[in-house]
Nanobody
Framework: QVQLVESGGGLVQAGGSLRLSCAASGRTSSNPMAWFRQAPGKEREFVATKTWSYGPTDYADSVKGRFTISRDNAKNMMYLQMNSLKPEDTAVYYC??????????????????WGQGTQVTVSS
């Protein structure tokens, strides 16, 4: 069982930056992990994934060039550096981990473990 805890959310002005962190309770270095977000009144959507600690990354088109996902094996941590934030980035951001063996890590269904979420609010 893997437990995930997000932190680092908050209120920021448009154009600003935030760094989200996800702490995993178990060893996750070989597990695909990702960030998703859910805005008010909308479905949860994919943000970014890093399939393993030294593996490739993938981003939603809406965040490419602004967000960077990274992982730290030694600390069992995952991060999301968010720059040039926009009001439309306002959402609850969730950390997710997969047991693996799936093919599409941009889909919610590929993930088995979820954090409780952290609120990010970007003011205009």
């Amino acid at each position: 069982q893997v437990q995930l805890v997000e932190s680092g959310g908050g209120l920021v002005q448009a154009g600003g930056s935030l760094r989200l962190s996800c702490a995993a309770s178990g060893r996750t270095s070989s597990n695909p992990m990702a960030w998703f977000r859910q805005a008010p009144g909308k479905e949860r959507e994919f943000v970014a994934t890093k399939t393993w600690s030294y593996g490739p990354t993938d981003y939603a088109d809406s965040v490419k060039g602004r967000f960077t996902i990274s992982r730290d094996n030694a600390k069992n941590m995952m991060y999301l550096q968010m720059n040039s934030l926009k009001p439309e980035d306002t959402a609850v951001y969730y950390c997710a981990a997969s047991r693996g063996g799936r093919s599409a890590y941009y889909l919610e269904g590929a993930y088995d473990y979820w954090g409780q979420g952290t609120q990010v609010t970007v003011s205009s």
